[in-house]
């Protein structure tokens, strides 16, 4: 059972917000331009690990 809340709510925003940070801002960032780069791109890197997180979390333990 994955967790919608965490996947939608929390990975795919953060997915957008790098991308866009990554691609649209740092273009018009002259002097800050690899930091803005490097911020956005952390960002959708760390939503696409919440991401796959909500897809596997479950709220009861696995039993073996």
Wanted: charge should be negative; aromatic fraction near 12%; hydrophobic fraction near 60%.
């Amino acid at each position: 059972m994955a967790s919608k809340a965490i996947t939608v709510g929390v990975g795919i925003p953060m997915i957008i917000v790098g991308a866009l940070m990554a691609w649209l801002w740092a273009p018009f960032q002259s002097d800050m331009q690899n930091t803005v780069e490097f911020v956005g791109s952390l960002i959708g890197i760390l939503g696409v690990v919440f991401f796959i997180s909500g897809l596997f979390y479950t709220k009861e333990p696995v039993m073996h």
